[in-house]
């Protein structure tokens, strides 16, 4: 019966080695599928055996310098920060080379030679008897020829210099590995069971279920997400959200697993298992765009495919074609042959992109950015027009009282406890509101008598024996027809106001609505500095509404009574006439949006389940300085991978060229190609790193 495995691989060096080991892996007979992930270092594989899977994996590991772990079984321990197998070669090998120049004695050359090529001759037997060519292939050859031309030193210098760059490249290798894995160790793999009868033990995290009691004590990270039931504690989740400052939690909060429990001990009722929490979500969206090829990583890739074979063609016609006419000797022109065999694979320039993506991917994760795929930093970086929704995007998205102004006869605290007693026997959505702002100034609210409402003007009670309305000015005021002053003047397009009146005339104005995100207006001026040519803001609402709320924020243009189906329409036309669009947005309306915007982004915390699913990308945290850090993390991840194109090619280039002039060496071109992957992978780290922009978001 058919099951299927995920393994941890630890020691892949490069992507071919990675496609030679998953191609042996699938000539099994007990194999049905494989895909071997060489980012991630992750094997996933259909197995018929009933048992001793690992077993029979480990074979093939053996022979291609691989340890499988099981990612489901107990932790996978820390790579090792050298392979004793690799270095015993290069001392083996090394030594003799050594004495034989401080000796004068040639044949330790080859003694020196033949240690260095026991582990390559292996696998350049297997590419050779697979009609294949490979980089150990080729290296043996190269190095068969220099002994062949007399050149024993530059052969042993070969094999010599190809066993340290591949031990380099595995410990860079696993070195990117491993800090994409640092992020999913922050999880606790116990947990303090509390039940309400009983003693407290610890257990496996996988192994609590909905429901139960978990305590969390100072100190400590949590385990699983839940709902606080006793204690009070401040808890810091930039894990998720990149928020520096810790937030409080008190009954009733939700706490998410991966945060950290700062100072009380709190008991938490388990809300989601442990493979269901948010944290874990996160880190199965990181691993699955691992494994997701880019255009830029595909084009690559093809191009990887026929760069061995021309290069080979170019080499056989450089030891031939020269000569022929009379261009020098053979056995110079063979010499400049054997350089270009070495430099003749590709894995420098495949590993451009794919490393600097995964950081990428794990450093917008640690800043609560959530990115489904490669593809997605590759377009944002490109991005020059953004597009907001307007109500929970640019606004907090919740109704509120927004100011209160006596007129006569009342102040402040008067006007919010009339108005307050009259809303709480309403139906309104802002009726929570003023019992909210009530309840927070510890006001003690008046029985109402007579409750009505009149729908679309206002309510109306009797409080201490006199009359109120609360609602519109025209509705409000019928009942102090008499009164003959006016209300003062106010322009409203942004928000609602409600007039409360007695018998003698108005006692205040209560301004109602949206409020701007405070950080609003400066991340439109931080996307105008990263290269965004034009902001939008599509909203449902009436235009004087988004004209007015885009223009408090300082967005180019403001569209109204815009809808879901237009809003796709609207960025078609400015990708058309401008160039790639991205659109932020929170609800079930915008996902059509989401969906036709060259990169969607979604506001995570409250944002609808639609909306989050058709998004390339969430903001964890309803911060929307999340979004320009999110485009300077793009535009710096294109930056590093274009920099790991020019030195994988740059560098072949020269000693292709030296090559050519003759005045390159065997051990010249080993250095620029193996050394090439280790600058490759070292730069490519460098997008673990957050931008500049992110300590400034977090002051």
Known sequence: MSHTHVWRVVGLDCPTCAKDLEAAIREQDWVSEVELDFMGGILRML????????????????????????????????????????????????????????????????????????????????????????????????????????????????????????????????????????????????????????????????????????????????????????????????????????????????????????????????????????????????QKAQSIKTRLQSSIERFAEVYTPMVVAMAIGVAIFPPLIGLGAFSGWVHSALVLLVIACPCALVLAAPVTLVGAMAAAARSGILIRGGDVLESAASVKVVAFDKTGTITVGEPDILELIPIARCDAAKLLRLTAALEAGSEHPLAGAFLSRSNAGRLTLPKVGGFASEKGQGIMGVIDRVQYRFGASSWAMQVCSGWPGKLPAVSASCMSVSVLCDLEGPLGMVFMGDRLRPEAA???????????????????????????????????????????????????????????????????????????????????????????????????????????????????????????????????????????????????????????SVLVVANGLRALRSPRLAAKMKK
Request: charged share 20%; net charge negative.
């Open 47 to 286: 197995c018929n055996l009933e048992s001793g899977c690992l077993f029979a994996l480990e074979a093939l590991g053996n022979e291609h310098g691989v340890k499988f772990y099981e990612m489901d079984g107990p932790r996978v321990p820390e790579p090792p920060s050298y392979w004793p197998q690799e270095i015993w070669i290069m001392a083996g090998s090394g030594a003799p080379i050594l004495l034989s120049y401080l000796f004068e004695r040639p044949w330790l050359l080859l003694l020196g030679m033949a240690v260095a090529a026991l582990p390559v001759l292996k696998k350049a037997l297997k590419e050779l008897a697979g009609l294949r060519i490979g980089m150990n292939f080729l290296m043996v050859f190269a190095a068969l020829g220099a002994v062949m031309l007399g050149e024993w030193s530059e052969g042993a210098m070969v094999l010599f210099l190809f066993t340290i760059a591949r031990w380099l490249e595995k410990v860079s290798g696993e070195k990117a590995r491993s800090s994409i894995e640092a992020l999913k160790l922050q999880l606790p793999a116990k947990a303090h069971l509390a039940p309400k009868e009983g003693a407290e033990t610890d257990v496996a995290a996988t192994c609590v279920r909905v429901g139960d009691r978990i305590r969390i004590k100072p100190g400590e990270r949590v385990p699983l997400d839940g709902i606080v039931l006793e204690g009070a504690s401040r808890l810091d989740e930039s894990t998720l959200t990149g928020e520096s400052l810790p937030v409080m939690k008190e009954p009733g909060a939700d706490v998410f697993a991966g945060t950290y429990n700062q100072e009380g001990a709190v008991v938490l009722e388990v809300s989601q298992t442990a493979d269901s929490s948010r944290f874990s979500r996160i880190m199965l969206s990181v």
């Open 522 to 676: 400066e991340v439109i001026r931080s996307l105008k500095s990263l290269g965004v040519g034009r902001t939008i803001l599509l909203s449902g609402d009436r235009e004087e509404t988004a004209r007015e709320f885009g223009a408090a924020v300082g967005i180019d243009e403001s569209f109204g009574r815009i809808s879901p189906e237009c809003k796709g329409e609207c960025l078609k036309s400015f990708a058309m006439q401008i160039g790639p669009t991205l659109m932020l947005g929170d609800g079930v309306n915008d996902t059509p949006a989401l969906a036709v915007a060259d990169v969607g982004v979604a506001m995570g915390a409250k944002g609808a389940d639609a909306a989050l699913q058709t998004a390339g990308a969430v903001l964890l945290h309803d911060d929307l300085r999340r979004l320009p850090l999110l485009l300077a993390i793009a535009a710096r991840s294109r930056r590093l991978i274009r920099q790991n194109i020019g030195i994988a090619v740059g560098l072949k280039l020269i000693v292709f060229g030296l090559s050519l002039a003759g005045m390159a060496t065997l051990w010249m071109a080993v250095l620029a190609d193996t050394g090439a």
